[in-house]
C-alpha cells in the first residue's frame, strides 16, 4: 500500500461492479450493437458452457456427482465471481445459470454432438458480436481486459435491473 492510498483505491475500484458496467457500456453505445448483445451475449454463454460440457472429466468428478463437468464447474466459478463484484445481480444470474444448464442439457440431447451444436452457436454469436462492435466503431471491451467477457451477462442483466428499479 502506498502512502496515499491508492493501491487500495485501485482494488476497490477493480471490484466495483459499478465501475465494470461503465466501462463495458462505453463500447455498447449503438441501439444495434447493444441489441445484437443482447441475442449473442447469452449464445455465446450456452455455447461456452456447451462446450466445456462436452470436455472429458476426472473420474473424481463423477464420483462427487454426475453433474458435475467441466461446463458446471465454470458456471459455479462464475456465480463465485458475480458474488463477489454484486449480490444482488449474482442472486439474479441463479435463473439464468440455471437456464444454461437446462438449454445445454437440451442441446446434448439433439441427434448432432454437443461439442459441434455448440461450436456452431460459438462461431454464429461471436461473428454477431463482431459485426456489432464494426457498427459501434469501437472494439470489443474484452481487447482492454479479459474480465469484460465475464462483465457482458452482468451489463445485459443490470439493464433490467435498471428497468425494475432494483439496485445493485
Not at 441489441?35 to 449473442?40: G, L, M, S
Amino acid at each position: 500500500m502506498r502512502a496515499n492510498g491508492t493501491v487500495i483505491v485501485e482494488l476497490t475500484r477493480m471490484t466495483d461492479v459499478t465501475h465494470w458496467l461503465d466501462e463495458y457500456a462505453k463500447d455498447h453505445q449503438h441501439p444495434v450493437n447493444q441489441a445484437i448483445h443482447k441475442i449473442c451475449v447469452p449464445l455465446i454463454v450456452v455455447s461456452l458452457i456447451g462446450l466445456l460440457w462436452a470436455l472429458p472429466v476426472p473420474t473424481a468428478f463423477v464420483e462427487i456427482s454426475p453433474a458435475l463437468n467441466w461446463g458446471t464447474a465454470f458456471l459455479l466459478a462464475a456465480v463465485v465471481y458475480y458474488f463477489i463484484l454484486s449480490i444482488p445481480l449474482a442472486f439474479g444470474m441463479l435463473p439464468a445459470v440455471l437456464l444454461s444448464v437446462v438449454a445445454v442439457n437440451w442441446l446434448d440431447g439433439l441427434t448432432w454432438p454437443l461439442w459441434a451444436t455448440s461450436a456452431a452457436i460459438f462461431i454464429v454469436a461471436w461473428i454477431g458480436q463482431f459485426y456489432g462492435h464494426q457498427i459501434e466503431g469501437k472494439r470489443p471491451a474484452f481487447f482492454r481486459d479479459l474480465q469484460f467477457l465475464m462483465i457482458g451477462p452482468l451489463w445485459i442483466l443490470a439493464g433490467i435491473f435498471r428497468r425494475l428499479r432494483i439496485p445493485y
